[in-house]
């Protein structure tokens, strides 16, 4: 990732960033992208040395790990962590409240902030491309299991309620199925927040065999799906240390495939028509329901027992 790129980011989502690509860098590499993302603040009084000494390396290690987080070196680093910080604190509650009141309080909190700053790593015009390749599709399967299969279905609805056809099935195996009978003008939309699920892994190589243009949607730049992906997604990243974490991890992937599909209504002729007959068709089942459980079938009186 180039640092020119990174500059042209909105402020914030320097920690998220540098989060979304540390399972790319080597062991030594690693230990210092985590000091900064664990203590980002204790960074900032850091010279490269200090931080070289605090995670066992070398300052030529740290000015290597910094270039390959996609900064032009740890200044650069520290000048976008400051922003990050300055910005962090102005949001920030002074009051934390107890009990269950500051608990459910400080679970929206945290899901806030990861929702604020998720945006660190994604790529706006591949996220453009996404949202035409998605329109232009002849097929668009969508695959995703365990914690990512909520979104998957989600997506679906609201492309289908947009009049966008699109199949999403539960079944791992009918997910690698499908993708092997796609082709060059289909699209498979892979959602992995880790980028290594083995099985959503094995129906996007699929559909990268079959020659399908495949979206990878994860909150790790160069994990697996990330590279094997032609569109890659990434936000969200962040350790499953606490459960707001996880929760706002899961609302960014939601929030993301959201608006994926709302950019993609926008470039559809018809989306708005489509909606709303998908409406209607939505209340007259609503209705139909509501005659059935008051009385027997559809136009038929109720006759006593």
């Known amino acids: 990732m180039e640092a020119a790129r990174l500059d042209r980011r909105?402020?914030?989502?320097?920690?998220?960033?540098?989060?979304?690509?540390?399972?790319?860098?080597?062991?030594?590499?690693?230990?210092?992208?985590l000091a900064v993302v664990e203590r980002?603040?204790?960074?900032?009084?850091?010279?490269?040395?200090?931080?070289?000494?605090?995670?066992?390396?070398?300052?030529?290690?740290?000015?290597?790990?910094?270039?390959?987080?996609?900064?032009?070196?740890?200044?650069?680093?520290?000048?976008?962590?400051?922003?990050?910080?300055?910005?962090?604190?102005q949001a920030a509650d002074s009051s934390a409240e107890p009990g269950v009141r500051?608990?459910?309080?400080?679970?929206?909190?945290?899901?806030?902030?990861?929702?604020?700053?998720?945006?660190?790593?994604?790529?706006f015009d591949a996220f453009a491309s996404a949202a035409d390749a998605v329109v232009a599709a002849r097929r668009l399967l969508i695959v995703a299991t365990?914690?990512?299969?909520?979104?998957?279905?989600m997506f679906a609805l609201r492309c289908t309620f947009h009049g966008r056809s699109c199949?999403?099935?539960?079944?791992?195996?009918?997910q690698q199925l499908a993708a092997s009978t796609l082709g060059a003008e289909d699209v498979c939309i892979a959602i992995s927040e880790s980028g290594t699920n083995s099985v959503t892994l094995q129906?996007?190589?699929?559909?990268?065999?079959?020659?399908?243009?495949?979206v990878g949607v994860t909150a790790y730049a160069r994990s697996t799906l990330g590279l094997l992906a032609?569109?890659?997604?990434?936000?969200?990243?962040?350790?499953?240390?606490?459960?707001?974490?996880?929760?706002g991890g899961n609302l960014v992937q939601m929030l993301l495939l959201g608006v994926l599909q709302s950019?993609?209504?926008?470039?559809?002729?018809?989306?708005?028509?489509a909606e709303a007959a998908a409406m209607d068709k939505v209340l007259d089942i609503v209705a139909n329901d509501d005659e059935l459980g008051s009385g027997g079938a559809v136009g038929e009186e109720r006759s006593p027992r």
């Open 146 to 153: 365990g914690g990512s299969q909520p979104s998957a279905q």
């Open 203 to 214: 129906a996007a190589q699929a559909a990268h065999e079959a020659g399908a243009t495949v």
């Open 102 to 123: 500051g608990r459910v309080r400080g679970a929206f909190d945290g899901a806030a902030r990861t929702l604020q700053s998720a945006l660190g790593a994604l790529d």
């Open 167 to 174: 199949e999403a099935p539960v079944d791992a195996v009918v």
């Open 230 to 247: 032609d569109l890659s997604l990434v936000a969200g990243a962040s350790y499953r240390e606490s459960d707001s974490g996880a929760l």
């Open 10 to 33: 909105p402020g914030g989502g320097t920690v998220e960033r540098i989060r979304s690509l540390i399972p790319s860098l080597i062991p030594s590499e690693q230990r210092v992208a």
């Open 40 to 89: 980002p603040s204790d960074v900032m009084t850091m010279s490269a040395a200090d931080l070289a000494e605090r995670t066992g390396t070398s300052p030529a290690t740290v000015s290597r790990a910094c270039q390959n987080l996609g900064f032009r070196g740890f200044q650069h680093l520290r000048i976008d962590l400051a922003g990050d910080l300055a910005r962090a604190a």
């Open 263 to 273: 950019e993609a209504a926008e470039r559809m002729e018809g989306a708005e028509r």
